[in-house]
């Protein structure tokens, strides 16, 4: 570690292929590595997974030899192990691959005050993991087991206890866990908001038959279907371990996840004043809704850990921070906790139909609209590329804090390399279409000799 980077953790945990890179002896290590560096009481979870059980299993023996107290609630949102862990254990485990396919499985390591770790710290337990330092305890000190597969409902209460009794009076909705987490969460959420619920793929099975835990258009079909039905006020569906949530309105047409975060900012924003903070690839939608309201907008690197540290950071300064959350359906609501939570958005759809008493697709149609371009592009020197973008739009509104975007009034771009492979992400936004094509060009005229295919 050398260079200071995290090498196995991505931006949200450690994933890999069952069997391949992600084994229990792999997990086994992570155990033992974060028992090494927060002993005490460690709260664990996983999503519906097949390997799920083998992965946990795992975890909890390399905690226990480090003398951890492990509790296993078994299956349950990410969110609600967040919230579970937040002041009431020293860490959390969660074994999912979010929204990967059935052949994957990974780990989300929580800190004490329920938000993932982050990078400093990952690196610390990765240098534990990779040069096999562990402290492990003698017999008489190993770690007890306790099994508490009820838990998760205390995560239950307290999103419902977020919102006035009965806020879901008289409406339908229909709710896609996709086999995942939130089949044991959201539809319990919504019945005891008053809601009527229908579910589809709404038992737990980690082949995913219904559809790929990733909530994308294509799959949520058998969802639009439902709504149309059962006259459903609107349909919500979550990724494998449900800290996002998209929706399709009572039509069963998808709503893109940057107005659904419009949508919920503005009922937020409407009744409190204060900041909203974001990642830079995020729509202008957001700044226009917030700014409409007297708020602001923050922004931060590509990650909901980050958006997640700087909600906490702004308030512990003393700034009022209202909101938070990225353009993929996974809002963060700090009066609640400081993570992504599928459950919650789920939660605040009713309460922002049953305030307007008008239908959802009315809602979004009232937004104001942009046109996005997102694309990707393979190239061998990334940093070049960025170079060459930077000294192109010198003097002009650049942000460096993730790739580089570039702001020209209200149109903007973003060139992003990935972390791990040789390309870049490259998204394009305008209140008007013709200025987001015609500013997309003027970036590929400087990216695309740096291009390793053509076009
Ligand atoms: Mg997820």
């Not at 292929?17 to 927060?38: F, Q």
């Not at 219904?210 to 079909?221: F, I, K, N, V, Y």
């Not at 979550?238 to 009572?250: P, T």
Request: charged share 25%.
């Amino acid at each position: 570690m050398a260079d200071g980077k995290k090498q196995l953790f991505g931006t949200n945990g450690v994933r890999g292929v069952v069997g391949e890179s992600m084994t229990p002896a792999l997990v086994l290590k992570i155990g033992m590595a974060l028992g090494t560096m927060r002993p005490g009481r460690v709260c664990l979870g996983r999503d519906t997974r097949t390997s799920g059980l083998a992965l946990i299993n795992a975890a909890k023996a390399g905690l226990m030899a480090a003398g951890c107290d492990v509790v296993d609630c078994g299956v349950l949102p990410t969110p609600a192990l967040q919230y579970l862990v937040r002041d009431a254990f020293d860490a959390g485990v969660m074994i999912t691959a979010s929204h990967n396919p059935p052949e994957y499985n990974g780990v989300k390591v929580i800190e004490p005050d329920g938000t993932e770790m982050g990078d400093a710290e990952t690196i610390r337990l990765e240098e534990h993991l990779f040069a096999d330092r562990f402290s492990l305890v003698a017999w008489d000190r190993v770690g007890q087991q306790t099994e508490d597969l009820r838990l998760g409902e205390r995560y239950v209460d307290a999103v419902v206890r977020s919102f006035p009794a009965g806020t879901g009076s008289g409406m339908t909705v229909a709710v896609d866990p996709g086999c995942g987490a939130a089949a044991s969460t959201t539809p319990a959420i919504l019945s005891r908001m008053g809601c009527r619920v229908f579910t589809i793929n709404g038992q737990m099975d980690g082949r995913f038959p219904g559809r790929l835990p990733e909530p994308s258009e294509e799959g949520l079909r058998g969802l639009s279907e439902l709504v149309r039905g059962t006259g459903a006020a609107f349909g919500v569906a979550h990724d494998g371990d449900a800290d996002r949530s998209v929706f399709v309105d009572e039509q069963g047409a998808f709503i893109g996840e940057n107005q659904e975060f419009a949508l919920v900012a503005d009922e937020i924003c409407r009744n409190r004043q204060g900041i909203v903070v974001t990642p830079v690839s995020t729509s202008n939608l957001i700044r226009e809704i917030a700014r409409r309201h007297g708020c602001s907008v923050e922004y931060t690197p590509v990650g909901s850990i980050y958006v997640a540290r700087k909600m906490r950071d702004l308030l512990s300064a003393g700034k009022p921070v209202v909101f938070g959350g990225e353009g993929n359906g996974g809002l963060i609501y700090p009066e609640h906790q400081f993570c992504r939570d599928g459950g919650m958005t789920a939660a605040m759809m009713v309460a922002i139909l049953a305030g307007s008493g008008r239908p959802l697709s009315t809602l979004i149609a009232g937004l104001p609209r942009y046109t996005m371009i997102n694309r990707k592009v393979h190239t061998d020197d990334k940093q070049g590329l960025i170079d060459a973008l930077a000294l192109k739009f010198a003097g002009k509104n650049i942000d460096l804090r993730d790739g580089i975007r570039i702001d020209q009034g209200t149109t903007w771009g973003l060139v992003r390399p990935s972390g791990t492979e040789p390309f870049v992400r490259i998204t394009v936004e305008s209140d008007r279409e013709q200025a987001a094509r015609q500013f997309h060009e003027e970036l590929m005229e400087v990216i695309s000799p740096f291009l390793t295919r053509p076009v």
